[in-house]
């Protein structure tokens, strides 16, 4: 039996703070699905977010806090709904 299974994850609050189009803190992350320089895409505690920009770059990620700081330049951020069987990136593009 997996011990983070059987635990209840408390409740994480979400915020998104973008200074200058540069520099993104995001918390309430409670995973990173993929990511270049062109766009991240990650789960967080409101459902999934996609970062879409130029030259991103992931400068701090911590998941035990919930906390993701990005620097780069920040197009979009898109966020999509949360779907029943939260599958992964593969399961998603594959149709599942």
Do not use: C, W
Not at 50 to 60: N, P
Request: glycine share 14%; charged share 30%.
């Amino acid at each position: 039996m997996p011990y983070e299974e059987d635990r209840a994850r408390p409740a994480m609050g979400h915020r998104v703070m973008l200074e200058e189009r540069e520099q993104l803190v995001i918390s309430g992350v409670e995973e990173v699905e993929s990511f270049d320089e062109s766009a991240i895409f990650l789960t967080t505690a409101q459902g999934p977010l996609e970062v879409q920009g130029e030259g991103l770059h992931i400068e701090k990620l911590s998941l035990d806090g919930g906390d993701l700081k990005v620097e780069g330049l920040v197009n979009a951020l898109i966020y999509g709904e949360e779907s029943r069987g939260r599958g992964g990136l593969l399961a998603r593009l594959l149709g599942g």
